[in-house]
């Protein structure tokens, strides 16, 4: 949970990687309620409210609100079945919302993407909702395999460590793997994930070249390298399933 003290503006950022909005109000109210909507959490609390008491009562109703937002996402996700191009609304690029901007001509021959840091603009001849998602794959695709081997570089170098080789793999089950010849092996879709998210897999990977399990040694080489990684897996909880449009 992170979170922050501004004279009379009282702000948590994220509860479980989650991003939080806190409203106090001047009037009577006496108790703190929370609310989970689609893409955070609003707490609503009395304006004498302390950040910890916040923080105690998001605290105590930790399992309330992680059901409570599965429960939003499994909705979202049976409602998008029926939609063909519904996948195109909950794109994450770097943990941040991808805006799609599609051109579609017949005088197109080829496909061509640019990305502007918030937009990927897309021109395309005219093809089928799959075809176009085909398109958007590959880019993402490309994306993590330019971006991620460096992040795993960066990393093996701040921790010391020494590995084989390193494959950016289409999977469905693991966001990365460690083999015991120390080839690291990494899901594409980490790229749609924060950089906080890609940091913890990566880090989590180099730590089994010295610990093949999940021991407490592993663990504590994990924590070592990165303190907070527990939001992390908690983010990749919430909202793995979305990675797989």
């Not at 093996?156 to 693991?174: C, F, P, Q, T």
Request: net charge positive.
């Amino acid at each position: 949970m992170h979170s922050s003290k501004n004279r009379n503006k009282l702000t948590i950022q994220s509860f479980k990687g989650f991003p939080v909005r806190v409203q106090t109000s001047t009037r009577r109210r006496k108790t703190i309620t929370i609310k989970v909507l689609e893409t955070e959490i609003v707490v609503q609390a009395p304006h004498t409210a302390s950040t910890e008491e916040i923080e105690k009562a998001l605290q105590k109703h930790n399992n309330w609100i992680l059901s409570a937002i599965e429960e939003r996402q499994s909705s979202q996700h049976g409602s998008e079945a029926q939609d063909d191009d519904g996948w195109r609304r909950h794109l994450l690029y770097q943990g941040n919302p991808l805006v799609l901007n599609l051109h579609r001509r017949d005088s197109f021959r080829n496909a061509s993407m640019k990305y502007d840091g918030h937009r990927l603009h897309i021109s395309v001849p005219q093809s089928s909702e799959h075809e176009l998602k085909l398109y958007v794959t590959e880019w993402f695709k490309y994306e993590a395999r330019e971006r991620l081997p460096h992040r795993v570089e960066s990393w093996a170098k701040r921790l010391g460590a020494s590995y084989a080789k390193i494959r950016i793999k289409d999977v469905s089950s693991r966001w990365g793997s460690c083999s015991t010849k120390g080839n690291l092996n990494f899901n594409w879709r980490l790229i749609c994930a924060p950089e906080s998210v890609q940091d913890y897999v990566v880090v989590h990977e180099l730590c089994h070249l010295w610990e093949m399990n999940h021991s407490k040694r592993f663990w504590t080489l994990v924590s070592q390298a990165l303190p907070e990684y527990k939001a992390a897996q908690t983010w990749l909880k919430i909202h793995g399933k979305s990675l797989y449009f």
